[in-house]
Every structure is written in structure tokens, then in C-alpha cells.
T-cell receptor
């Protein structure tokens, strides 16, 4: 079955720096991959999707890359702010768009 | 802005009891999902529902679980005889047809505690 690994440790960075989160997967390459944000006690919120034929996708301060050779996606937040502090989930899509999530990486942005 | 709602926000039940978790998806959405998240663990897929039937389910979704869309708005998850290990946050999600990014909209979740 598909296995997804994200940085297991929390990532602490200073406000204004770029945060880079990693998502690695095994087995098949999905048609596309999504990134979600989850705040404590809340449901995931969709951020970005990247397709297997796309190398990079941007949305405001967010950037996602997808390397199907390395079986890896990188998620970047530029000019990070304390409000960006949350857990970020990588999710692979299969079947009727069912999502297989990674465990997530907690990001802490200090002022 | 339309959103997915879930009730109750917190449900406490005794082991062996039946529980029904309720969700109201976004009104023009056609695909519906249930996920669960055990405390400190990842979000896990349970079941997807489209055109009034289950389209996919995971190994977790055994005979103790069922889903229903009893009317045009509600989407429910029933656990017939709860076990301690069913304690988790349960999220409902919905998706519209033809959304460019196939994003799923998640509800705020129901925290189920089985004693």
C-alpha cells in the first residue's frame, strides 16, 4: 500500500524566512498530490494541488514542487508569518479522489 | 461562504452503544467522504459516497460502519457497536463536480469518545 512520509519533527523558523516541508511517498506515483493545512481541533483546509505533469505550482506565498522520479513533493511558504503556524498535510489522491494523508509536519513561526 | 457542518461537536458514548454522526455537506456537492483521526495520528480515509451509494471504502470501514444520505442534505455515519478504539475525531468532507483542483471541503469534525 502507499506510504507517505513527512518531516516527523516540528519545524521552527523565524518570521520572514522561507519554510520548506517535505513529502516522500513509496509505490505508485499518484495522478496528483494535494497539500492541506490543519489547525488544532479543526478539519484540514485545502491549499494547493499539483499534477504529475506539473513541476511547480504557486499561489501567493505558497509554492509546491513535484518530482515523480524522486517520489517527492516540497512545500514552501515564503515570508512566513506567525499566522502560518499549523500542521501541514500532504495527501495523495487515488480512486474516486479519496485522499491518503501523511502524518503532517507541524510548523512553528516565531515573531 | 458555504461550509460543511457536523453535529454533534463532541459525542461521549459507552462501549457497545450505537452512535450516529451527522454531516451537512455543501449544497451543490456530489461526492461525500468520511475520515477519522485518532489523537496524534494521521487523517485516515473511511468511505466515499456518490450517487447514493458507496464508491470506495477502506479496511477500517467494516460491518460495524454504515453511511446514509437519508434526504437531500444530510450525510450520516453510523457505528453500530462502538469499541474503545473507535475514539477519534471524525471528519466529513464533500466535493463538487468539475472543481479544477478536486479539493475536498472538510467539516469541523465530531470528537467521539468511547468509554
Amino acid at each position: 500500500s502507499q506510504k507517505i512520509e513527512q518531516n516527523s519533527e516540528a519545524l521552527n523558523i523565524q518570521e520572514g524566512k522561507t519554510a520548506t516541508l517535505t513529502c516522500n511517498y513509496t509505490n505508485y506515483s499518484p495522478a496528483y498530490l494535494q497539500w492541506y493545512r490543519q489547525d488544532p481541533g479543526r478539519g484540514p483546509v485545502f491549499l494547493l494541488l499539483i499534477r504529475e505533469n506539473e513541476k511547480e505550482k504557486r499561489k501567493e506565498r505558497l509554492k509546491v514542487t513535484f518530482d515523480t522520479t524522486l517520489k517527492q513533493s516540497l512545500f514552501h511558504i515564503t515570508a512566513s508569518q506567525p499566522a502560518d503556524s499549523a500542521t501541514y498535510l500532504c495527501a495523495l489522491v487515488k480512486g474516486y479522489s479519496t485522499l491518503t494523508f501523511g502524518k503532517g509536519t507541524m510548523l512553528l513561526v516565531s515573531p | 461562504e458555504p461550509e460543511v457542518t457536523q453535529t454533534p461537536s463532541h459525542q461521549v458514548t459507552q462501549m457497545g452503544q450505537e452512535v450516529i454522526l451527522r454531516c451537512v455537506p455543501i449544497s451543490n456537492h456530489l461526492y461525500f467522504y468520511w475520515y477519522r483521526q485518532i489523537l496524534g495520528q494521521k487523517v485516515e480515509f473511511l468511505v466515499s459516497f456518490y450517487n447514493n451509494e458507496i464508491s470506495e471504502k477502506s479496511e477500517i470501514f467494516d460491518d460495524q460502519f454504515s453511511v446514509e444520505r437519508p434526504d437531500g442534505s444530510n450525510f450520516t455515519l453510523k457505528i453500530r457497536s462502538t469499541k474503545l478504539e473507535d475514539s477519534a475525531m471524525y471528519f466529513c468532507a464533500s466535493r463538487g463536480r468539475g472543481q479544477a483542483d478536486n479539493e475536498q471541503f472538510f467539516g469541523p469534525g465530531t470528537r467521539l469518545t468511547v468509554l
